[in-house]
Every structure is written in structure tokens, then in C-alpha cells.
């Protein structure tokens, strides 16, 4: 946590895989942000402004980042808003439910594994995010749904 007497209090949560953090300001405020960004802003090179900051808004709407498509194991993540008490729950094509972590009002969760679809359950809907190799490229997983 940091902030002065008046400033809102900043939450940090690492997500050392893949090399992302989150934060969440007590004023319900939050943002996505890289290690070297972070690195910069602790050392004192770069004062975030209130444009990096986005304003929480309650929309279920899951965000992701990672991967690659060669078929080697890479790090993914997703992440987003909480609209309500309950954590969502990601469960990947191969069946794997990685831990979902909840701070503020944000939750993220990030996992190593080859490229394969995501499902994330989240205030009674269900995300499904494709993170598969474009039909375009090929692939040979067994989830492919290529028209193969």
C-alpha cells in the first residue's frame, strides 16, 4: 500500500509469470501495468497520471494477455473487474482450474501452459476466451476447432 494522508491507497498485486501487475486504488480506481513500468515509477522516472487509471465500473467483462503459438508452454493471464462477492472461475480446455487471486475489486489469474481455450464463469456468465493458435496458422491440440 502507499499513498499519503488524503491520497487514495494503492494495492499491488504481482503476476510474476507473466510479468504483469494490477492495482487498485481505495478510491475505486485501477490499472494494468508491466514490471518496467513499475520498476520506473518506484525509482522515481515516471509519476503515473490520472489517465492510466480506469475508473471501476462493475462490467463483467474478462481481459487477457500472454501466449504464443509455437506449442511450447507460455505464460496467459486474465483479469478484470468483480462485480459482485463471488470470484470467477477459469477452467482451461485440458480441464487445469488455475487459482484465481481477488484484491480490491479486481480479480486476475495466470497460468503456464500451451496455447488452449479459456472459460471463465463470472456472475452467472461464461467468457470464453479463444487463446488458440489462429485457424489460419493450423494446429494439431485436440480442442482445435479449425474445421478439422
Known amino acids: ?3 499519503s494522508v488524503g491520497e487514495p491507497q494503492v494495492s499491488t498485486l504481482r503476476l510474476p509469470g507473466v510479468g504483469y501487475l ?16 513499475h520498476r520506473d515509477e518506484a525509482a522515481g522516472l515516471f509519476i503515473p497520471g490520472e489517465d ?16 504464443g503459438w509455437d506449442g511450447a508452454a507460455a505464460w496467459w493471464m486474465v483479469y478484470g473487474e468483480l462485480p459482485g462477492e463471488q470470484a470467477p472461475d477459469v477452467v482451461l480446455a485440458d480441464g487445469t482450474r488455475p487459482s484465481v487471486q481477488v484484491f480490491g475489486r479486481v480479480w486476475a489469474c495466470e497460468w ?3 496455447a488452449q481455450p479459456a472459460t471463465v464463469h463470472l456472475q452467472g456468465t461464461q467468457f470464453v476466451l479463444p487463446f ?4 489460419y496458422r493450423g494446429t494439431d491440440t485436440p480442442w482445435a476447432t479449425n474445421g478439422r
Open 52 to 67: 492510466e487509471w480506469a475508473a471501476w465500473t462493475g462490467v463483467a467483462q474478462p481481459h487477457s494477455r500472454g501466449g
Open 1 to 3: 500500500m502507499t499513498g
Open 112 to 114: 503456464h501452459a500451451v
Open 132 to 135: 488458440a493458435e489462429p485457424a
Open 22 to 37: 494490477l492495482q487498485w486504488r481505495s478510491d475505486g480506481f485501477w490499472r494494468e501495468l508491466n514490471d518496467v513500468q
